[in-house]
């Protein structure tokens, strides 16, 4: 039987990071463009392989013009030189709930596990068969090469290492 192939539905998906900021508050943000597929053994939502994820670094959103445009620079991402973050999963087991894989930020790769929770399947009143996850890890930015640091003059730290990765996904089936 061939496989079945499922792409993300942007509309209804989202891919959000979160990162301490002076490490007694929170920064969110969020990347607005993205893309995404993955395929399945059978028609059914099971024995899932082949995730690919793009996320497009020039759309990071933290509702912030100025924070935005210096996640941007040099100092962080680099989007002139690495405009994209990919992810590649090498097992992805619904049952267990985990999908692990290869992140690549800039021009760095790492192992990334994400807990997974599985949705479901349902077909929309449109008539199109969708499959909803939830994954959610963490990361350190400093093992991706994202490394620029300050401190307050009393000695805060402006931006944490960890970055808790988040994604509420809608996959559609593919006819």
Do not use: C
Request: glycine letters at 8%; charged letters at 25%.
């Amino acid at each position: 039987m061939a496989n079945t192939k499922w792409v993300i539905d942007p509309t209804h998906s989202e891919v959000t990071f979160k990162v301490k900021h002076l490490m007694i508050s929170t920064a969110t943000g969020n990347f607005k463009v993205f893309q995404g597929s993955v395929e399945t053994e059978t028609e059914e939502f099971t024995k899932v392989k082949n995730l690919k994820f793009k996320a497009d670094v020039k759309s990071v959103n933290t509702n912030n013009e100025d924070r935005d445009t210096h996640l941007k620079s040099e100092d962080f991402f680099n989007v002139e030189k690495f405009s994209e973050i990919e992810f590649t999963s090498e097992k992805f087991d619904v049952a267990a709930g985990t999908i692990e894989g290869k992140l690549t930020i800039k021009d760095t790769t790492n192992l990334l596990v994400l807990m997974l929770d599985f949705g479901g399947v349902v077909v929309d009143p449109y008539g199109q068969t969708k499959a909803g996850l939830t994954a959610n890890g963490k990361i350190s930015r400093k093992e991706f090469g994202l490394v620029w640091s300050a401190v307050t003059e009393a000695g805060s730290v402006v931006v944490g290492d960890q970055i808790k990765l988040g994604a509420e996904v809608q996959f559609i089936k593919q006819a």
